[in-house]
């Protein structure tokens, strides 16, 4: 799907995924770490495609893209929808916030950069400061009282308030069906993508100064509806119906997922892991996606307004990520899948290259030799400062059954 660009180099190891699962006889593919599915993607519709990931942000795109009913939604009818009911809450906030929302509007085009940057931490202070009061009054203002001078700008936050206030009501009233709902929240991420100031992934958002006050301000002057509008039109689930109806997403640690499927109710061809290798939680990169579907009023902490209670995985604790390894290839093993692993030389696990291999030998009859992607640029995952290094990434596989070409014919 265009709508989400893959915020690393993921997509083209996609394609050696797919080349290699033509190699396994048919069955499901089952991605533990789905993400925003490039693998998943890249092999449909030729497998079935099961997905598995912990943040609901993943689940809810992977729902929509591999388990909808319907290939698309409506786009026209559910932007005519939406807007009927937006009016209301955007009309509300907007007053509710005038002094501010014509104090940014005035700044976006003109002024000193000094009152503009004084501006944004104002926006930020005030609206937090009102919280109570605002929610109190409206519904739907959790982007304005949260994010509203930091990821965003005050009226972005309210358009985006508004876009959910009126996809939640078009919603309930029955004028939309359920699907279309969660077309439109994704489209709200992608748009919450599109004008978020921050630099590339949602770890942080630029704190405006003079070196950045430009382009903070061009951001800001983005249009949250013309990019929501733009992304409900390129919303598409896919494959067809039929086969849609067929795939399977869990929701929870892959771990656990793993070990509670019930392998007697059918079982996929190919485990494939692309779990996070280093110790930055991806909760952080996804957390405003996450807050923009749940939803929820999170108590919003720190520098990066991290929702509270976001989940921590094992495999980026230094502590735990070899036994996680360990349980994951354990219970691949059992399942008589083949278990495709992606993992950089460098990652948390230490020794991985021989590491994962010792680990597998001991749970599949066929451990083939890693397959080595020299210079992998990397852009999300890495700890602060490395984010622009050069990685090698490498694809562990192990299989119960022969496979039908070598390995190595793959490179
Ligand atoms: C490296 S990304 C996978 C990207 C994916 N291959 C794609 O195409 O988008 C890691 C993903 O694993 C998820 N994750 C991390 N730890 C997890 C765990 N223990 N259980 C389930 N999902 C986890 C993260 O939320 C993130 O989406």
Known sequence: MASFTYMGTKKSLARTISALCEEHEPGP???????????????APSRQIWCNDAQVFSRTLTEALFLSSDDRPRAEFVAKAVQRFSDKNQNALMKANKNLVD???????????????????????????????????????????????SYLGLVQAIQIDSIRYGTDLALEVGLISSEEHRWA?????RS??????????FAQYLTPSRSNIDRVLAKRRHCAWAYWLESLNEMHAIGDAKWRSANRVFHGDAVDVLEGINWDQGRPAIVYADPPYTNDQYSRYYHLFETAILYDYPAANGKGLYREGRF??????????????????????????????SYPSNGLLPHSLQKIPEMMAEHFKIVLDPLIIPHRHSTLG?????????????????TQKPLSIPFRQLE
């Open 312 to 341: 921590r995985s094992s495999f980026s604790l230094s502590r735990d990520v070899e036994r996680s390894f360990e349980r994951m290839i354990s219970a691949a093993g059992r399942s008589g899948a083949s278990l495709m692993v």
């Open 185 to 189: 929240m994704l489209a709200m991420c």
């Open 103 to 149: 104090e940014e509007h005035r700044l976006l085009g003109e002024g000193t950069f000094e009152d503009q940057i004084l501006l944004q931490a104002r926006l930020r202070d005030e609206t937090h400061g009102r919280q109570v009061e605002l929610e109190r009054g409206h519904s739907h203002c959790l982007f304005t009282t949260r994010y509203a001078g």
């Open 29 to 43: 593919f089952l991605d533990l770490f789905s993400g925003i599915s490039a693998a998943g993607a890249s092999v």
């Open 382 to 398: 890495g700890s602060k400062g490395r984010e622009k290094e050069d990685v090698e990434e490498c694809i562990f596989l192990a």
């Open 192 to 201: 919450i993508a599109r004008i978020s100031n921050s630099t590339g992934h």
